[in-house]
């Protein structure tokens, strides 16, 4: 009977450890990781440097299947340039050879404006990217509009991110734009 005591006072103190090792493990991944900052509207001047600053888009994040040709990828934005002015919101966009639409349109247009959102507190990059469709005697033009939002900067590095992400690597929709 005191053999049985034994082992079963062991068995509930060996089930316990685990949990408690569990437990402590889940919260140190949690420790871990770093939640998505606010920026104040003075980021916007780093961004957009004393003179004027000249970034290109290095990654495309995103969990779009782009079989057909309506998603934005890297491949084709890398050899665009976006241009930050000071005290401006639109950035100048200069499209390299790349088009994102070419299989289903004819030409293109991309615009984008940097703006502090006062609803979220941070820094919100409005992007639109449009594809110009002929058919003989009509032009047809589709847009699609984007918000993102900055969640990381350091001086030749910045992330844009447009989905419900809390950590900062997490992204599941986001533009990483490097300085040129």
Same mark, same amino acid.
């Given at each position: 009977?005191?053999?049985?005591?034994?082992?079963?006072?062991?068995?509930?103190?060996?089930?316990?450890?685990?949990?408690?090792?569990?437990?402590?493990?889940?919260?140190?991944?949690? %420790?871990?990781? $770093?939640?998505?900052? &606010? @920026?104040?509207?003075?980021? +916007?001047?780093?961004?957009?440097?004393?003179?004027?600053? !000249?970034?290109?888009?290095?990654?495309?994040?995103?969990?779009?299947?782009?079989?057909?040709?309506?998603?934005?990828?890297?491949?084709?934005?890398?050899?665009?340039?976006?241009?930050?002015?000071?005290?401006?919101?639109?950035?100048?966009?200069?499209?390299?050879?790349?088009?994102?639409?070419?299989?289903?349109?004819?030409?293109?247009?991309?615009?984008?404006?940097?703006?502090?959102?006062? %609803?979220?507190? $941070?820094?919100?990059? &409005? @992007?639109?990217?449009?594809? +110009?469709?002929?058919?003989?005697?009509?032009?047809?033009? !589709?847009?699609?509009?984007?918000?993102?939002?900055?969640?990381?900067?350091?001086?030749?590095?910045?992330?844009?991110?447009?989905?419900?992400?809390?950590?900062?690597?997490?992204?599941?929709?986001?533009?990483?734009?490097?300085?040129?």
């Amino acid at each position: 009977m005191k053999n049985r005591k034994i082992i079963y006072l062991s068995l509930i103190t060996i089930i316990s450890s685990i949990f408690f090792v569990a437990c402590n493990s889940k919260e140190d991944d949690l %420790n871990q990781k $770093t939640s998505i900052p &606010l @920026f104040d509207q003075s980021v +916007i001047e780093t961004i957009q440097g004393v003179n004027e600053t !000249t970034w290109r888009i290095a990654e495309v994040i995103s969990s779009y299947n782009n079989d057909d040709g309506f998603f934005l990828s890297t491949a084709c934005l890398s050899d665009d340039k976006y241009t930050f002015k000071p005290g401006i919101e639109d950035i100048e966009v200069t499209l390299g050879n790349k088009m994102c639409y070419d299989e289903i349109s004819d030409s293109e247009s991309f615009e984008a404006k940097i703006i502090f959102s006062e %609803n979220k507190q $941070t820094i919100q990059l &409005l @992007f639109k990217d449009c594809m +110009i469709q002929k058919d003989g005697q009509y032009d047809y033009k !589709t847009c699609f509009i984007s918000e993102y939002y900055l969640a990381e900067l350091t001086e030749d590095r910045m992330v844009f991110y447009s989905d419900q992400s809390e950590f900062i690597g997490e992204y599941t929709e986001a533009l990483v734009f490097e300085k040129i």
